[in-house]
């Protein structure tokens, strides 16, 4: 049920975001990412300023940024073709220059709580988003996922709706390859649609998601294919 929750909560975010987004796309440089407050506050933090931004306010970001949000806040940030859902007492990293030209955000760092990840289809071979947590990197080539971070005890979730989710051990400095990407190390599982993936201390585990999860996602599903957000 908690997932349930997450996941509609994700749905509600993802079609409000847009709507204000739109009408600050002139201001927004080539480059950056928009951010819509939905719910409560979000800080921004870039280089040594930070600021707060009150729900219903709509901001550019640029890669490098740090987003906090508060214990009733709720975010999104469409970025070129790729949209991030930002949950309550969350922290995301939009890690320095990890832009993709026509694509989007390329990597973030998820430091804490629960973030949902929306992102196009790719034909190229070489894997074109990650997201860290303190213990894994999870690589994608297009897909729809969500990711959960615990800071306490560095673990982590991951449930993927569309598409292939890699989760490898992370490892600091290690080079992106075919095979893998930048900061990863083994490979500790290949999440499939329906499926969820956990990670704690030195324990995995890899699950069916649960059917309110699937159904939440699959209303997310039903929604993007009707908007103009990303193609898959």
Known sequence: MMYRRRFLVALLILLLGPLQA????????????????????????????????????????QMGAMLETDANGTA??????????????TTLTFVAGSTIPDYGVGKVELLKGVASFFLPKSDTPEF???????????AVK?????????????????????????????????????????????????VEKGESYASKAAAFSKTANSAESITAWELMQAFLLQKPIMSF
């Open 142 to 190: 297009g897909t729809m996922f969500q990711m959960t971070a615990d800071e306490k005890d560095a673990s982590a979730t991951v449930e993927t709706m569309k598409g292939t989710v890699f989760v490898f051990q992370r490892s600091d400095g290690a080079a992106a390859s075919d095979s893998k990407p930048s900061d990863a190390g083994d490979l500790l599982a290949t």
């Open 128 to 138: 074109k988003f990650q997201a860290s947590s303190h213990s894994i990197v999870a």
């Open 22 to 61: 739109c009408k600050t796309a002139n201001e927004v440089s080539q480059g950056d990412g928009t951010l819509r407050v939905v719910n409560g506050t979000c800080k921004v933090t870039f280089k040594t300023e930070t600021k707060t931004i009150n729900a219903g306010a709509s901001v550019p970001i």
């Open 76 to 89: 999104v940030v469409n970025w070129g073709k790729t949209s991030q859902i930002l949950q309550k007492n």
